[in-house]
């Protein structure tokens, strides 16, 4: 029996192999169509921005901020699946108040400079 089922797993694992091999070298033969790189850079003008790559980032940020909140909606429902939260709440304490005071102000003035510097050249936005 355990030679048996050494042999179906063995056989499971080579149809599987097989089955990749044959998507992976589908993907690889198949014919690549037109590129969506070109269509972005034809579109380039409407879309705002001097850099293409900014441009894609800005125009698909409504599909990456639904991406997240479906991440945090996920996080917050294992969170949820441990249990109830213990009591023993404690208040934050003076030196994370004033780490926030300084840190939010700070994080603000870096995102406005992403977004700044992102309209002309790469790595912002």
């Known amino acids: 029996m355990n030679r048996d089922f050494s042999l179906l797993i063995g056989l499971l694992a080579a149809?599987?192999?097989?089955?990749?091999?044959?998507?992976y070298l589908?993907?690889?033969l198949a014919d690549p169509g037109p590129r969506l790189a070109d269509l972005a850079l034809e579109l380039l003008p409407r879309a705002g921005m001097a850099n293409p790559a900014t441009a894609v980032l800005l125009?698909?940020?409504?599909?990456?901020?639904?991406?997240?909140?479906?991440l945090l909606f996920a996080a917050i429902l294992g969170i949820w699946s441990v249990g109830p939260a213990h009591p023993g709440f404690v208040p934050a304490g003076a030196a994370l108040r004033a780490m926030v005071g300084w840190a939010v102000p700070l994080l603000l003035l870096a995102a406005g400079y992403m977004l700044w510097v992102g309209f002309d050249a790469p790595g912002g936005a």
């Open 15 to 23: 149809l599987f192999g097989a089955v990749l091999m044959w998507v």
């Open 26 to 28: 589908g993907a690889i």
């Open 59 to 70: 125009n698909y940020r409504a599909y990456d901020t639904l991406l997240e909140l479906v």
